[in-house]
Nanobody
Framework: QVQLVESGGGLVQPGGSLRLSCAAS????????MGWYRQAPGKQRELVAA???????NYADSVKGRFTISRDNAKNTVFLQMNSLKPEDTAVYYC???????????WGQGTQVTVSS
Protein backbone atom coordinates (compact mmCIF):
# COMPACT_ATOMS: atom_id res chain seq x y z
CA GLN A 1 0.00 0.00 0.00
CA VAL A 2 1.48 3.32 -1.13
CA GLN A 3 1.06 5.99 1.50
CA LEU A 4 2.15 9.63 1.61
CA VAL A 5 1.43 11.50 4.83
CA GLU A 6 1.90 15.27 5.03
CA SER A 7 2.33 17.25 8.22
CA GLY A 8 3.41 20.70 9.35
CA GLY A 9 0.65 22.92 8.02
CA GLY A 10 -1.09 25.57 10.07
CA LEU A 11 -1.88 29.24 10.48
CA VAL A 12 0.95 31.74 10.12
CA GLN A 13 1.19 35.51 9.72
CA PRO A 14 2.52 37.11 6.52
CA GLY A 15 6.31 37.01 6.52
CA GLY A 16 6.38 33.92 8.69
CA SER A 17 7.70 30.44 8.00
CA LEU A 18 6.46 26.86 7.98
CA ARG A 19 8.16 23.55 7.28
CA LEU A 20 6.08 20.80 5.69
CA SER A 21 7.04 17.13 5.83
CA CYS A 22 5.87 14.15 3.79
CA ALA A 23 6.62 10.64 4.96
CA ALA A 24 6.41 8.00 2.24
CA SER A 25 5.90 4.26 2.49
CA UNK A 26 5.13 1.48 0.04
CA UNK A 27 7.52 2.79 -2.63
CA UNK A 28 11.22 2.56 -3.33
CA UNK A 29 11.64 6.17 -2.30
CA UNK A 30 15.00 6.76 -3.95
CA UNK A 31 13.51 5.82 -7.35
CA UNK A 32 10.85 8.55 -7.27
CA UNK A 33 10.62 12.19 -8.15
CA MET A 34 9.01 13.89 -5.16
CA GLY A 35 6.99 17.07 -5.36
CA TRP A 36 4.77 19.52 -3.57
CA TYR A 37 1.59 20.86 -5.13
CA ARG A 38 -0.99 23.24 -3.76
CA GLN A 39 -4.63 24.04 -4.40
CA ALA A 40 -6.35 27.21 -3.27
CA PRO A 41 -10.15 27.44 -3.04
CA GLY A 42 -11.70 27.71 -6.50
CA LYS A 43 -8.36 27.23 -8.26
CA GLN A 44 -6.52 24.45 -10.07
CA ARG A 45 -3.89 22.38 -8.33
CA GLU A 46 -0.43 23.69 -9.23
CA LEU A 47 3.14 22.51 -8.90
CA VAL A 48 5.08 24.28 -6.16
CA ALA A 49 8.38 22.40 -6.18
CA ALA A 50 9.80 19.04 -7.24
CA UNK A 51 13.04 17.19 -6.62
CA UNK A 52 14.67 14.12 -8.14
CA UNK A 53 16.53 11.59 -6.05
CA UNK A 54 19.77 13.00 -7.43
CA UNK A 55 18.98 16.52 -6.24
CA UNK A 56 17.68 18.31 -9.33
CA UNK A 57 14.91 20.78 -8.46
CA ASN A 58 12.19 22.82 -10.11
CA TYR A 59 10.16 25.60 -8.51
CA ALA A 60 7.15 27.64 -9.46
CA ASP A 61 8.17 31.20 -10.28
CA SER A 62 5.93 32.47 -7.50
CA VAL A 63 7.93 30.69 -4.79
CA LYS A 64 11.51 30.95 -6.08
CA GLY A 65 13.77 32.44 -3.46
CA ARG A 66 11.26 31.80 -0.68
CA PHE A 67 10.62 28.03 -0.68
CA THR A 68 13.15 25.19 -0.57
CA ILE A 69 12.43 21.53 -1.27
CA SER A 70 14.68 18.87 0.22
CA ARG A 71 14.60 15.13 0.76
CA ASP A 72 16.14 12.55 3.04
CA ASN A 73 16.24 9.30 1.10
CA ALA A 74 17.38 7.36 4.17
CA LYS A 75 14.21 8.44 6.00
CA ASN A 76 11.83 8.31 3.01
CA THR A 77 10.83 11.90 3.69
CA VAL A 78 10.54 15.05 1.59
CA PHE A 79 10.33 18.55 3.06
CA LEU A 80 9.19 21.97 1.97
CA GLN A 81 10.66 24.92 3.85
CA MET A 82 8.45 27.96 3.28
CA ASN A 83 9.79 31.38 4.23
CA SER A 84 8.48 34.92 3.72
CA LEU A 85 4.97 33.56 3.41
CA LYS A 86 2.32 35.63 1.67
CA PRO A 87 -1.48 35.49 1.87
CA GLU A 88 -1.53 34.15 -1.70
CA ASP A 89 0.38 31.08 -0.47
CA THR A 90 -2.78 30.01 1.38
CA ALA A 91 -3.81 26.59 0.04
CA VAL A 92 -3.96 22.90 0.76
CA TYR A 93 -0.49 21.52 0.11
CA TYR A 94 -0.18 17.99 -1.29
CA CYS A 95 2.78 15.64 -1.44
CA UNK A 96 3.33 13.85 -4.76
CA UNK A 97 5.46 10.90 -5.80
CA UNK A 98 6.08 9.83 -9.41
CA UNK A 99 8.59 7.42 -10.92
CA UNK A 100 9.06 9.86 -13.82
CA UNK A 101 7.04 12.38 -15.83
CA UNK A 102 5.17 9.53 -17.54
CA UNK A 103 4.43 7.58 -14.36
CA UNK A 104 1.34 7.44 -12.20
CA UNK A 105 1.19 10.12 -9.51
CA UNK A 106 0.74 9.15 -5.89
CA TRP A 107 -0.84 11.73 -3.60
CA GLY A 108 -0.99 12.48 0.07
CA GLN A 109 -4.11 13.66 1.86
CA GLY A 110 -3.00 17.29 1.99
CA THR A 111 -2.21 19.73 4.77
CA GLN A 112 -3.76 23.19 5.14
CA VAL A 113 -1.52 26.26 5.08
CA THR A 114 -3.20 29.55 5.93
CA VAL A 115 -1.29 32.84 5.78
CA SER A 116 -3.27 35.64 7.38
CA SER A 117 -2.85 38.56 9.74
Amino acid sequence: QVQLVESGGGLVQPGGSLRLSCAASGIIFSSYVMGWYRQAPGKQRELVAAMTSGGSTNYADSVKGRFTISRDNAKNTVFLQMNSLKPEDTAVYYCNARIDVFGTSRWGQGTQVTVSS
